[in-house]
């Protein structure tokens, strides 16, 4: 095993680069392969200190399936976080270097391994160690265990760093679209009775938020899809967008949220109309990701809606192209920058939103109230018209005189 001393000297945090942390995900996937890869580019040493949590002896084994254009990547074992190093990809050590390793294979060991790297991670996230974390793919299948019994990164992050009484959000995001789910991993049997007015209403205010913090989007336009096909057709075919999906769109409306639909999916992709919203609010998982990544398979996951910033490629461990030099990392880098970007945005929110300027409402002009002694009404209405009778006798005379 590697070891490089810190030789560096030591530097206040806030004057060094951002720390991402980089949780390597099933070691018998591609998440290695492109954490070689991504991490290959020099810029990424420009923007941000890397620390990796797996095991460098099993990250040499997927390095020595790559060429050598990926051969001379800089890697450092430390036993924090603490000790990054600006130049230098850290690996933290999770697991033992005699971990069997079956490339291209799901095993129960890998399984093991995927969680001890996504735990480790999450430990100094939530210390206070890494700005950022970036997730590689895992097995959802194999990681189960007494301690992870959730159907994917989404709920156990959710499970470990939501505050009370808020939501997540899986999030979708390309240059192209910006897609949420109502339901994350749910059987689609299960998704109707997923759907409420609730529910709906939070993953609304949450995307909304998110839009606004993490984005910098002001009052974003967010597209509702419908349920069934043709949006229930009036209730032809589904009940839900007149119960509870348009009520929970309007309702959103009154609330300040700009909410629209619910569309009908097929139309809504089809037509191009999805260019004209900031973001799009989908009923499941596969009516959203089928047209997410269809348009862009280098898109980025993100989990809206809690105080830390992850990030994952929008892949899974892709055990077909383990160990073949064939996987790509396009995904993984913009994962990478995107956190760094979704981090310096909520930032800049959270300092231009502190100790805001008191606002002073409006108070109604005070007018002096003011007696008039003397007055009498009535003899004012016939003074009045007295004045207006004596005026049209004038106009009549002098009508006369000219005739």
Partial sequence: MENTENTRPTV?????????????????????EIIIKGLSHPHIFEICRPVVYGNLNVLRQHQKTLGEDW??????????????????????????????????????????????SLKQACDDLEAGLLDTLVTAPIN???????????????????????????????????????IALVCNHVPIAKVPSFISNERILRKLHT??????????????????????????????IGQEEQTIIGPAV???????????????????????????????????????????KSLDMDGVNY????????????????????GKDMASYESFVHALCMSLDLKRRRTEYL???ANPLPIKEPQPEKREHREFKGFNPAEARREREERIAAERAARAEANAQND
Avoid at 12 to 32: H, K, M, T
Avoid at 211 to 220: H, S, V
Avoid at 303 to 322: E, K, M, N, Q, V
């Fill in 250 to 292: 309007r309702q959103a409306r009154e609330e300040g949220v700009l909410a629209f639909g619910p569309y009908s999916a097929d139309g809504f992709f089809g037509s191009g109309k999805y260019t004209q919203f900031d973001a799009i609010l989908a009923m499941y998982h596969d009516q959203g990701l089928i047209p997410f």
């Fill in 140 to 178: 959802k299948e194999n990681i189960q265990s007494e301690n992870f019994k959730f159907s994917g990164h989404t709920e156990y992050l959710t499970n470990r760093f939501a505050e009370e009484g808020k939501d997540s959000l899986m999030m979708m995001v390309s240059d192209q679209m910006k």
């Fill in 303 to 322: 989990t809206a809606g809690l105080h830390i910033i992850r990030t994952s490629p929008d892949h899974g461990t892709a055990y077909d192209l383990a």
């Fill in 12 to 32: 206040e945090r806030s004057q060094q680069l951002p720390i991402v942390g980089i949780s390597a995900g099933d070691p018998n996937g591609i998440g290695y």
């Fill in 351 to 353: 300092e231009l939103t």
């Fill in 71 to 116: 051969q001379k990547v800089p890697f450092q074992v430390v036993r924090s976080a603490k000790e990054a190093q600006d130049g230098k990809v850290s690996i933290v050590t999770c697991y033992p270097d005699n971990t069997p390793i079956r490339i291209g294979k799901s095993t129960a060991e890998g399984g093991s391994a995927s969680y001890a």
């Fill in 207 to 236: 995307l909304e938020s998110t839009l606004e913090q993490d984005f910098a989007i002001r009052k974003p336009r967010i597209a509702v899809l419908a349920l069934n096909p043709h949006a229930g057709d009036n209730g032809l």
